[in-house]
């Protein structure tokens, strides 16, 4: 009986885990939008390492203070100095494009790793203990998502004082709302599966519980929400940037650069898209990056999202 | 549990949410020095600096916070909501005079968005990794990456810059004399309304010339965001077993798509719509910022930018309350149309 | 007795992200008219792959390959049949719910949520019954305008009539038009050729195409005020819908037919299922695997009604599951699947009696008898992965009487004795 056995086994079985992984990073590498969202950030990544190479800084000690050769307000087109030309008082466009990125970088990953790390043990504790712990948890949430986060990150960005550090201090704390409810909700499912009960019934203790058998379950919903939620957060702060609440004037900050083109939208009458450089130029930036995480969010959520995984 | 009950527990709910969120952007404000708050009580330009700390200990501003709090409470209840420097004016003055103007566009957008995002997601689910599919699906993810303030900073540029047409503003010069003018009936502060009641079909023509850029602009930003929600929601809905059924019974795939599928699908995208809605009236900061149209968004932007607490504190409130009474009409509109949602 | 559909050679594959699953390994079943048909086997066998391609309602990302699905439905046909393989998709949609039906296992979410039952019912007197509806409805607004009306009543009542005459004329045109193809069709089914080749691809895009109504009325379905002509015919349809719910038993129909699937309970639900099914009396019932998930008696309650039914309204039944209880109380004939082949065929009697293949014999014996004292007897192995499927017979690696050309060959489908089909290498040569 036992070679009739022998031969039902198609294949020598690999390690679950790890076909389950090789089959995410197939699938991963498989689309198309993924390699785009990738090589997009990876040609950001290598313009903020690079920075101190591709656009040496005047001022060594603050290199986020772009570079200018007079002070001309009307903006200059490229030119051979000015490779995309620059901000009104003559502030290098690219220079600002290359050292923005660090501060792109460092806005979007803190803020979401924070939220991830915040919204993580607070969604565990919400989710796992219920009750009282719960609900006050989620109110308090429910106070902060009933604001736009826009309009509330603009008035506490006032309180505070600008900047680029307040924003990300601003951001992170409007943020941990959602994370928190995605965890809570993936605990609330698997709270009440068979495996925590008999965990439960054998005596575990709840940290236990909570980090070994609850934790590797929800990571892959943070992993979704965050990566889909690094270009929102770039995008708020843009924004907030934009509105004047970020750097100051001639600081590599996108948003800021962008809100300097307000006045020279229209050119002079010969020639009507003069300005047109500083109006496309940072705006592009920030959309192209955003789009890069964007996609990349996309394509991770296609192949993790369990619904989604095997269309 | 009745229809009634469920409404008012809603509301109830509400009231405590704003609490909260009065109590959370107040705590804020207080971070910000005496010295600039008292900014809010300076209704003229003439008082010299001596007399602020007389003015600063006058309203208490170093008091604790706690009965700051309660203070502006009692105000708020009394019906004073403060002076807002960036209005010119009594905070609800200017809100009666900004408001209108963002309802305006919002009211223009959000059914088009609504559209556009379930037309467009429809195709996109039942043409699924056709090149119609992938070429929605490129679109929607481009207009959900793009900053507001750039795609309507490009918008103006080519429109009117290059092109010369589709100004910024809400009205021509020469008409907007029109409006302040003493013989104009202003019953709802909408221009496209309040100038048909007047019968000034210029002025509506005009007014809506000035409407289509910041329309464009949030329709193809906010539909982008419908867009893949439908179409995930509509690949869900054909997933399902009914479906099955419908096919088997001899439906044509119209039937399927149209009825079986689509009206499971829209029913996450009615949820959404109050959120949209909601943020669409925050996301106004910038695109009445861009172009200039003085809606509260605008209001908000510059009570920011100068320090106005009286004016943020109400614009906050306000539309953490329109949120919150948002997502209640929408909760009981979604409960009349899922026939499986018990309100309770 | 008469072949009412049977399939011949069916091969349906599934591409799937892992590789190609050859679900289908060329399965022949003949169902004849007035009779009970039992499909048996395993989870995965390929039970419910069959009849979906019967019916051409196969999954994505499902084919059918090879192979002929023949029908002889209709009284002429009952010499040769219709291969429907590759009629179009418009002729298919006029077969399912009308001629062939189906039920399925889970009756909770095979019904719409959101839509009322009454509506879902009603959707197949809409499909399939639509002239008759409309006649009627214009019937009873004649009655109604033949009596004492106010003239505001009157004029919309006329309105109405004549947009359902209307509707009426272009759908009894575009029957006509229908009827035509399917006859031509019909005549070219035994000949060959690529010239008639080209004709049928050409008469199916045509009958694809067709339309059931003209724009105009089509624009008047759609306008919201005007759209309320067909009120009538909604509640015409409506009155078929309740007395259907009736006479099958459903307490209460009017109340039934307002409410949402939710609402109701398991076997409720089922009996909706089933309602929808008959609503235009098929030739055919294909019920797959109906009360796997219902307890005993409720079980015991659908399985009376599809007996009952049988006596009435449908001619044949093709019945699924994987309990040789139930096969031996209702089927008269039927197979035994595995793994996408049709292992053994013949009248349910003979299959208990004298099972000839090795995986019906493990079947039988499979299952515990009450005097049983010793081990449980099971097949060994585990079904195959149809993917890369065991090559020859699919059922070797598990078989106890395996031989050397097992392997090596695919046994071919033999009438052993007569009625009773079996494909085994055992019995190839024609005696064991």
């Given at each position: ?311 | ?344 | ?137 214009i019937e009873h607004l004649d009655e109604e305008l033949a009596g004492n009306l106010a003239p505001l009543s009157r004029r919309w009542r006329r309105m109405q009539r004549s947009l359902l005459a209307r509707e ?265």
């Open positions: 009986m036992s070679d009739i056995v022998e031969q039902t086994k198609e294949q020598p079985a690999a390690h679950p885990g790890w076909r389950e992984f090789t089959f995410s990073m197939k699938r991963l590498f498989k689309n198309p939008l993924t390699i785009i969202g990738l090589s997009i950030i990876m040609f950001f990544v290598f313009l903020a390492v690079f920075a101190p190479l591709l656009a040496p800084p005047p001022r060594p000690f603050d290199p986020y203070l772009m570079p200018h050769r007079g002070w001309d307000m009307t903006p200059s087109p490229p030119s051979a100095e000015n490779l995309l030309g620059t901000l009104p008082s003559q502030y290098d466009i690219l220079y600002g494009i290359i050292w923005g990125t660090r501060n792109a970088f460092r806005i979007g990953l803190t803020v979401v790793a924070a939220n991830l790390f915040v919204g993580l043990i607070l969604g565990a504790i919400a989710g796992y203990f219920g009750g009282i712990v719960d609900e006050i948890i989620m109110r308090i949430g429910d106070v902060f998502y009933a604001i736009p986060t826009l309009v509330l990150a603009m008035a506490l960005v006032v309180a505070i004082g600008r900047g680029l550090q307040s924003i990300v201090i601003v951001l992170i704390i409007l943020g941990w709302p959602t994370y928190t409810r995605v965890i809570r909700s993936e605990i609330l499912v698997i709270r009440n599966m068979d495996f925590i009960l008999a965990a439960k019934a054998s005596g575990v203790s709840h940290f236990r519980i909570i980090m070994r058998h609850i934790m590797p379950n929800s990571i892959f919903s943070l992993i979704i929400v965050g990566s889909m939620n690094v270009g929102v957060t770039i995008l708020i702060a843009a924004a907030l940037s934009f509105l004047g609440l970020g750097s100051d004037t001639g600081y590599a900050d996108w948003g800021a650069m962008v809100s300097t083109c307000r006045n020279f939208i229209v050119g002079p009458p010969e020639n009507r898209l003069a300005y047109w450089y500083l109006v496309f130029i940072p705006g592009f930036t920030i959309a192209l990056f955003v789009l890069g995480w964007n996609l990349l969010g996309d394509a991770i959520r296609d192949v993790f999202d369990p619904r989604v995984r095997r269309r | 549990m009745s229809l009634l009950n469920y409404i008012v527990r809603r509301l109830l709910f509400m009231v405590l949410v704003l609490f909260g969120v009065s109590i959370l952007v107040f705590g804020v404000l207080m971070l910000i020095p005496p010295g600039m708050r008292v900014a809010a009580y300076v209704t003229n330009e003439k008082v010299p600096p001596s007399a602020i700390d007389a003015m600063i200990v006058q309203y208490g501003l170093r008091d604790p916070a706690p009965i700051q709090y309660f203070r502006w409470l009692g105000k708020i209840a009394r019906g004073d909501l403060g002076y807002s420097t960036t209005a010119e004016g009594p905070v609800l003055k200017g809100f009666i005079q900004f408001f209108p103007t963002t309802l305006e566009l919002v009211l223009y957008a959000t059914p088009l968005i609504i559209f556009v995002g379930v037309w467009l997601g429809t195709v996109s689910a039942v043409h699924k990794d056709e090149p119609v599919d992938h070429f929605i699906r490129v679109v929607s993810i481009v207009g959900y990456s793009l900053p507001t303030f750039w795609l309507g900073l490009l918008l103006l540029m080519f429109f009117y810059g290059f092109l010369g047409i589709f100004p910024p503003g809400v009205l021509s010069e020469s008409l907007r004399d029109v409006i302040y003018a003493p013989g104009w009936i202003r019953v709802t502060g909408i221009l496209t309304i309040d100038s048909i009641i007047n019968w000034r079909w210029d002025i509506f023509l005009d007014a809506l010339y000035h409407l289509f850029l910041p329309t464009l602009n949030l329709v193809i930003l906010d539909s982008a965001l419908i867009m893949r929600l439908m179409r995930s929601s509509m690949l869900d809905a054909l997933g399902q077993d009914y479906i099955r059924t419908a096919l088997a019974k001899g439906a044509s795939n119209h039937t399927i798509e149209h009825i079986h599928a689509r009206r499971n699908a829209m029913l996450p995208v009615i949820t959404i719509s109050g959120v949209l809605f909601a943020g669409m009236l925050a996301g106004m900061v910038i695109t009445e910022t861009i172009f200039v149209r003085k809606g509260i968004g605008w209001w908000m932007a510059r009570a920011a930018l100068q320090l106005d607490v009286s004016a943020i504190m109400f614009n906050v409130l306000f539309l953490g309350a329109v949120f919150v009474g948002v997502n209640l009409i929408v909760d009981l509109i979604y409960a009349t149309i899922d026939p499986r949602v018990r309100l309770s | 007795m008469e072949k009412l559909i049977e399939t011949k050679d069916l091969f349906t594959e599934f591409h799937t992200f892992e590789g190609v699953v050859k679900a289908l390994n060329g399965v022949g079943i003949v169902v004849n008219e007035g009779e009970t048909y039992g499909l048996v086997g395993e989870s995965g066998c390929g039970k419910s792959v069959t009849v979906r391609s019967m019916m051409r309602i196969v999954q994505a990302p499902g084919r059918i390959v090879g192979g002929r699905v023949i029908i002889f439905f209709r009284a002429e046909d009952r010499s040769r049949g219709i291969d429907i393989v590759d009629r179009s998709e418009a002729y298919m949609t006029s077969l399912r719910g009308e001629s062939i039906s189906m039920i399925f296992q889970e009756a909770s979410t095979s019904l719409n949520p959101v839509l009322s039952i009454g509506y879902q019912v009603g959707e197949s007197f809409h499909f399939h019954r639509r002239p008759q509806m409309l006649k009627e409805s009426l004329r272009e759908r009894e045109a575009y029957d006509g038009r229908i009827d035509e193809i399917d006859r031509e069709l019909y005549k070219l089914e035994e000949q060959e050729g690529p010239a008639v080749v080209d004709r049928k691809r050409q008469l199916n895009a045509r009958r694809d195409s067709l339309k059931e109504h003209g724009a105009l009325t089509g624009m008047a379905m759609r306008t919201p005020f005007i759209r309320r002509y067909r009120r009538r015919l909604e509640r015409t349809i409506r009155g078929h819908v309740v007395d259907l719910l009736r006479s099958l038993g459903v307490s209460n129909p009017e109340r039934i037919a307002d409410s949402h699937p939710h609402e109701l309970s398991g076997g409720m639900q089922q009996r909706i299922v089933i309602a929808i099914a008959l609503a235009c009396h098929p030739v055919l019932l294909i019920a797959d695997e109906p009360t796997s998930n219902l307890d005993v008696t409720i079980q015991a309650q659908i399985v009376e009604l599809i007996k009952q039914l049988k006596e009435t309204t449908i001619s044949s039944v093709l019945y699924i599951t994987h309990d040789l209880g139930l096969v031996a109380e209702i089927c008269d004939r039927g197979s035994v699947m595995y793994a996408g082949d049709v292992a053994e065929t013949a009248t349910v009697r003979e299959l208990f009696k004298n099972p000839l293949h090795p995986y019906t014999r493990g079947l039988l014996h499979s299952v515990p008898k009450v005097e049983q004292v010793d081990e449980l007897a099971t097949i060994p192995g585990n079904v195959p992965n149809l993917i890369v499927p065991p090559s020859g017979c699919r059922f070797h690696p598990r078989c106890p009487d395996r031989m050397d050309i097992c392997p090596k060959a695919k046994p071919p489908t033999i009438e052993y004795t007569p009625g009773h089909w079996v494909a085994c290498h055992l019995y190839t040569d024609g005696k064991k």
